[in-house]
């Protein structure tokens, strides 16, 4: 088979990986791809929203599946354009990427579904808005509704701090993204991710991921995109996954389906787990990134006709197999990332890393330079061990980390650290 990727990333790298190791797959290719995919892949200079050159070249090349990484071309309807024109494609409809796309839809469904959320509001008046934050009072959330790079929510610990966002995104800060927003209860508790393939009425539980979301040591500075992940993630026992599939994915799968927007895909619930169980604190419809450079590794069985039995809708009685150990990765970035930082650094030592037993050099964005590998991007390159624990994992990838050669990145040197609390 001839498969298509989409997205440039280290989640599409993983995915790449993975589907280059399928021998049901003959040809590969990945649209844009980068300088790491372009080692196992075929990269293709399309855009991953522009549908129709992506239709185009499926049409020419003769592609039979199409496997979409981000969220920006499912939401827009990537997937649905793609199958009416009969190319088979993972990944959710836009109607069911609204799960994704938008916040306050994600809340109504769960209330109308009994599925267990913060309590909230949506708004598009500053006025209202404001009187709510006053009736319920600090520490309280506030969220744009649509797509935001992950910086549409702030935790705020003052009215003040919940009124300036509440100010600044219905003041047009994410465009039509913060046209509306939805104001939550802050849970408190431990934060995990549980990821599902789903085909419409069956879901199937993956794994489960913890990320750092933070620029620096100690969960400090500034939200990015994820500096690092492991999996699986120490809180989500056997019970807690059960109760996470029981409670939230099967009643979500089910009310998408109810309500003619049936999900497929990778549905990747972001839970807070407190005192009384697992609460949904949001939905994303595809792998995360990083977490998705720790899940792919640990797959055991061939991933293809694992996403081809979701999008064809027979999941039921699938089962894949999983490594026992954990997987770890650590993020490098461009140095400034997640601010202003510089593209075209030198990256040397990739081979020495990847010669480490159990480690994997995902690249996230980097381009190919007459034999040279640069720095094309703010998170540049994510290292993954596997390992019998997180100790074990965290040394090797750090063993690895070590080894590259790369004076103009930095990553965090803790990552796993609550995990290793946790278990001493
Ligand atoms: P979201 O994109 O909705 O997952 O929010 C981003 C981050 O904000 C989450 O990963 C949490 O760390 C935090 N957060 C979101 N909603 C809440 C909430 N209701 N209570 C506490 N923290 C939250
Ligand atoms: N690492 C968070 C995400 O992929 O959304």
């Not at 219905?170 to 408190?188: K, P, Q, T």
Request: proline share 4%.
């Amino acid at each position: 088979m001839h498969v298509l990727v989409i997205g440039s990333g280290g989640r599409e790298h993983a995915l790449a990986w993975a589907l280059a190791a399928s021998p049901l797959v003959e040809r590969l290719s990945c649209a844009p791809g980068n300088g790491g995919i372009a080692a196992i892949a075929t990269c293709v200079a399309l855009d991953p929203i522009d549908s129709q050159g992506i239709i185009g070249f499926c049409r020419r090349e003769k592609v039979e599946f199409v496997v979409v990484g981000p969220e920006g071309p499912l939401v827009g309807g990537l997937v649905d354009k793609l199958e009416a024109a009969g190319i088979a494609a993972f990944g959710p409809t836009a109607a069911a990427a609204a799960l994704e796309g938008s916040k306050g839809f994600t809340k109504d469904l769960c209330a109308r579904h009994g599925i267990p959320t913060a309590a909230y509001g949506r708004f598009r008046d500053i006025v209202q808005a404001k009187r709510y934050i006053s009736e319920r009072g600090a520490p309280i959330v506030v969220k744009a509704d649509g797509l935001a790079a992950g910086k549409g929510v702030v935790v705020a610990q003052s009215i003040a701090e919940a009124e300036a966002a509440v100010d600044d995104i219905l003041g047009g800060r994410f465009g039509s993204a913060g046209a509306e927003i939805v104001i939550e209860e802050f849970l408190s508790g431990e934060e995990a991710s549980f990821f599902a393939l789903v085909d419409g009425k069956n879901a199937l539980s993956l794994a489960s991921a913890q990320d750092h979301k933070t620029a620096y040591d100690g969960d400090r500075g500034p939200n990015t995109g994820g500096m690092g992940a492991y999996s699986p993630a120490p809180i989500v026992t056997e019970t807690m996954a059960a109760s996470i599939m029981d409670r939230i994915i099967r009643p979500t799968v089910a009310a998408m389906a109810a309500e003619g927007r049936p999900f497929k895909g990778v549905l990747y619930a972001g839970v807070m787990i407190g005192d009384d169980g697992p609460k949904l604190l949001e939905y994303n419809t595809r792998f995360g990134d990083p977490e998705c450079q720790v899940l792919i590794p640990r797959l055991m069985s061939d991933a293809l006709p694992a996403f081809m039995a979701a999008r064809d809708g027979v999941l039921d009685r699938f089962h894949l197999r999983w490594h026992d150990k954990t997987a770890l990765c650590v993020v490098m970035a461009a140095k400034g990332y997640p601010g202003d930082y510089m593209r075209g650094s030198v990256i040397g030592g990739l081979d020495d890393a990847a010669a480490i037993d159990d480690v994997l050099v995902f690249h996230a964005s980097t381009k190919r330079d007459n034999g040279r590998i640069l720095a094309n991007g703010g998170r540049v390159l994510g290292i993954t061990a596997l390992g019998a624990s997180v100790a074990e994992a965290q040394a090797k990838a750090y063993a690895a980390v070590d080894r590259v050669l790369w004076p103009d990145g930095f990553c965090r040197r803790d990552i796993g650290w609550r995990a290793l609390q946790r278990h001493g």
